[in-house]
Nanobody, 125 residues
Framework: QVQLVESGGGLVQAGGSLRLSCAASEGTFRNYDMGWFRQVPGKEREFVTTITWSVGITYYAESAKGRFTISRDNAKNTVYLQMNSLEPEDTAVYYC??????????????????WGQGTQVTVSS
């Protein structure tokens, strides 16, 4: 069974940084692409970034490029999201996902993924 536990959210001023962590259950990295989504009330969950399980290729949403970095530590079964130059528009609940990434069908990636419980990120102006 896939279990994902996020941590690292909090309150930060605009321009600041946060690092989110997602601890995955044993074996998850060998079977799933790991990613991050975010969601604000009243809106759909939005893709942020993913890292593939096989060779560690990364993909980013336009809003994340140049500011966010996804990485993973296979020994710790943990994936990280380093967020720099944060903006108030980045305020959301951030969710870790484990699934099969398809750059042409993000909805399916989200629909079929396993999810963590989410961690709140709030960026003040």
């Amino acid at each position: 069974q896939v279990q994902l536990v996020e941590s690292g959210g909090g309150l930060v001023q605009a321009g600041g940084s946060l690092r989110l962590s997602c601890a995955a259950s044993e074996g998850t990295f060998r079977n799933y692409d790991m990613g991050w989504f975010r969601q604000v009330p009243g809106k759909e969950r939005e893709f942020v970034t993913t890292i593939t399980w096989s060779v560690g290729i990364t993909y980013y949403a336009e809003s994340a490029k140049g500011r966010f970095t996804i990485s993973r530590d296979n020994a710790k079964n943990t994936v990280y999201l380093q967020m720099n130059s944060l903006e108030p528009e980045d305020t959301a609940v951030y969710y870790c996902a484990a699934g099969s990434f398809n750059p042409f069908d993000l909805r399916k990636y989200a629909a079929d993924a396993y999810w963590g419980q989410g961690t709140q990120v709030t960026v003040s102006s």
